[in-house]
């Protein structure tokens, strides 16, 4: 099992950035791919971004494209993700998810990740 901690979300307004982490701990080693996730109240979990933990493929939900960016630190087992340019409907939380199952690469689908965080609030006001 992999754990999971994010840290830096926050308070900001429209137009603003924030810089969120995830630490990953435990069985790193067996992490394949790593990913973003955010649920805003009263409406269900949604992909955000993906990269598989090797080196590779990095993905994004259309939303995010060009404002959002992320990025990892293998040797510190540490995933970002940038914000930038952020809207007030980026408001949710923010939960990194771990995968040791994706041979594939990074998919968007929730329930292809085993390993979950306890989220980070991101609250973006105009």
């Known amino acids: 099992q992999v754990q999971l901690v994010e840290s830096g979300g926050g308070l900001v307004q429209a137009g603003g950035s924030l810089r969120l982490s995830c630490a990953a701990s435990?069985?790193?080693?067996?992490?394949?791919?790593m990913g973003w996730f955010r649920q805003a109240p009263g409406k269900e979990r949604e992909f955000v971004a993906a990269?598989?933990?090797?080196?590779?493929?990095?993905i994004y939900t259309d939303s995010v494209k060009g404002r959002f960016t992320l990025s990892r630190d293998n040797a510190k087992n540490t995933m970002f993700l940038q914000m930038n340019s952020l809207k007030p409907e980026d408001t949710a939380a923010y939960y990194c998810?771990?995968?040791?199952?994706?041979?594939?690469?990074?998919?968007?689908?929730?329930?292809?990740?085993?390993?979950w965080g306890q989220g980070t609030q991101v609250t973006v006001y105009s």
């Open positions: 998810a771990a995968s040791r199952s994706l041979w594939v690469g990074p998919v968007k689908s929730r329930d292809q990740y085993e390993d």
């Open positions: 435990g069985r790193t080693s067996s992490t394949l791919v």
């Open positions: 990269v598989t933990w090797s080196g590779g493929s990095t």
